[in-house]
């Protein structure tokens, strides 16, 4: 490689000390510089060099360099996190399981046409743990986005897979007993039904777990050719088809620890060549703290959810008893004085008994029409069946069928694209809100509007009842802030929502709840977005 650039000699300064020849401290320069002739193919390396190509020099000579020789590069070009005016990326994969990124910046040679020289670094390492960091954020992202934990799992387990270019991934998690662990989310292997039992059987022919030694220790675990100790021990012959689908080596098991007790596992199977280093490990341990909050979140939420149906359970108990047991009772009482008249022997004027007829007969209707309204309350959604805007209007005919009561909607049909779980709550608001207006508001009419605002889904339920004021003062209990009220709250809380609750203008009370819609949700373009005005009377 040649050291000079014309006649002039190397300056240098210091009298006393001795020019050093150019080509020496490029023959010794600490980056990597190479010759590529007009064809790609390298010419000249220095020592530099060959240690990143990771080949001998004399494989290397006359072989096609990984560097894009173009004229005219621009920084318009450039990549977000490419350095410098002129660098440019590119990969080398000398053998296998070796895998190198390189920074790079090309010069024509003007003294050799067709040439051209070649500085380059490796940036494999900060790249990587860029990807790594951005993979973090992502599954952040992810956990507030996904609709379900499985969901949730198999996208992180994604991440984690091709970030690291990985040969499989394993989130597993406690099952419904606690005895047992389940696979939650996958990426790399397909999904096994029966593969806890099947790996309790290696257990019992006396396989290793290393993932169960990892979760009762909660400590991470790797273990080197991993692969090759499983494929020659006869114990682990129940999985050895399942564990043999991707090509692997290394195997590492990281705990997902919540609050100080072990939830789950994350398993890394690790392709061939690969090995496990500590920042192989930190992206793990990373990612299995981003697993551990997002089971922690889903059980939470489940919690919320046992706690609101122990609490509509309650509510129905409190109704049968403040209604309907009440008004069986006095039927049973009115029944008794009937009984009594009778006992008497003389005849019963008939005025006695056409008023306590007329009355059991009213106090019957009220019970028959008080049941249908919890029957209606306790079957299975409709919002999951029928999609949230069938499912309202289905809920307003029979309400009208029930009650009198006249309805007039505008649901926007993309809201039956919101997530199934919201959709569910956003129903119960409705139902709990028509509910309040039957059983207090004395109204006549009913308008309900649900669509789209801001990415956001908005619900309104206005009356022309009696309003706030006067139901509180006349002892309502729903009416000044009750279980239901409290009940519509919780629902749109759970998603970051709110309801507000107002007295009209006009007269009557309106139910406002506004749910922001999940980051990743879009309402699809092939859903026509206007409003279908429905009348029931």
Sequence with gaps: MSGTSGSAPPATRGGPHPA?????????????????????????????????????????????A???????????????LDDGATEQICTWAPAAGVHREFAYRTRPLPQAPGRTVVAFRDVGAERHRQRRVAAIARSSVKMASEGSITATLDALAREVLQTDALAGVHILTLDESGAGLQIMGSAGFRRWPDFFER??????????????????????????????????????????????????????????????????????????????????????????????????????????????????????????????????????????????????????????????????????????????????????????????????????????????????????RTVDEVPPDMAEDVYRIVAEAIHNVVKHAEAGHVTIRIGIREHALTVSVADDGRGIRKARAEGGREAGGGYGLTSMRERAARWGGTVRVRSRAVGGTSVRAVVPLPRAWAAPDRISDTGSEVSTS
């Design 20 to 64: 050093i020849d150019l080509s020496e401290l490029a023959a010794n320069a600490p980056d990597g510089l190479a010759v590529v002739d007009e064809d790609g193919l390298f010419v000249q390396l220095n020592s530099a060099a060959v240690v990143l190509c990771a080949r001998p020099v004399d494989d290397l000579i006359g072989m096609r």
């Design 66 to 80: 990984p560097f894009e020789l173009a004229s005219g590069f621009s920084a318009d070009s450039l990549g977000l």
């Design 199 to 412: 790996l309790m059987q290696c257990r019992e022919r006396g396989a290793t777990l290393e993932m169960i030694e990892a979760f009762e220790r909660r400590e991470p675990i790797v273990v080197p050719d991993r692969w090759d100790m499983i494929q020659g021990d006869p114990s682990w012959e129940p999985m050895h088809d399942y564990l043999s689908e991707p090509g692997w080596g290394w195997f590492a098991s990281v705990p997902l620890v919540i609050r100080g007790r072990s939830a789950g596992i994350l398993n890394a199977f690790f392709a061939p060549g690969q090995v496990v280093g500590q920042r192989n490990l930190e992206f793990l341990l990373a990612m299995a703290e981003q697993a551990a909050v997002a089971i922690d979140y889903a059980s939470l939420l489940q919690n919320e959810r046992e706690l609101a149906r122990r609490e509509e359970r309650r509510r129905l108990a409190r109704d049968l008893h403040d209604s309907i047991v009440q008004q069986v009772f006095s039927i049973g009482m009115q029944a008794k004085s009937m009984e009594v008249l009778a006992a008497r022997g003389a005849s019963v004027p008939a005025e006695s008994v056409r008023r306590v007829a007329d009355e059991v007969g009213l106090l019957a209707k009220t019970v028959l029409e008080d049941l249908r309204t919890m029957v209606h309350e306790l079957r299975p959604s409709l919002s999951t069946r029928l999609g949230l805007a069938e499912a309202v209007r289905a809920l307003a005919e029979s309400t009208t069928n029930r009650t009198g009561l006249r309805f007039s909607l505008s649901v926007r």
